[in-house]
Nanobody, 124 residues
Framework: QVQLVESGGGSVQAGGSLRLSCAAS????????MAWFRQAPGKEREGVVV???????NYAESVKGRFTVSRDNAKSTLYLQMNSLKVEDTAVYYC??????????????????WGQGTQVTVSS
């Protein structure tokens, strides 16, 4: 069983930046997909970005040009650099990973592993 641990959340003013990290408890095959999701209060969880096993990325329209995902396969760690943050980016951010090879950029992929989330709060 793989555990995912997110870190790097916090409070920031609009226009600021944060960098989230998601570390797997043990080696995660680089061919597995990893992703960031978020859930704002009173809203459904939504996909932020998928990093596929082939190295391709798929960003939600709402974060394109502001967020950048990266992955360190040697460390089985996924990162999310968030710039130009907006109040509407406020949410709990979750990391997810598949348990098998994955080359799809879809947010609907079967993500078997989930982190417990890290809070990001953006104030005006």
């Amino acid at each position: 069983q793989v555990q995912l641990v997110e870190s790097g959340g916090g409070s920031v003013q609009a226009g600021g930046s944060l960098r989230l990290s998601c570390a797997a408890s043990k080696y995660l095959d680089s061919r597995f997909c990893m992703a960031w999701f978020r859930q704002a209060p009173g809203k459904e969880r939504e996909g932020v970005v998928v990093y596929s096993g082939g190295g391709s990325t798929n960003y939600a329209e709402s974060v394109k040009g502001r967020f950048t995902v990266s992955r360190d396969n040697a460390k089985s760690t996924l990162y999310l650099q968030m710039n130009s943050l907006k109040v509407e980016d406020t949410a709990v951010y979750y990391c997810a990973a598949t348990a098998s090879w994955c080359y799809s950029g879809s947010f609907r992929v079967d993500f078997a592993y989930w982190g417990q989330g890290t809070q990001v709060t953006v104030s005006s």
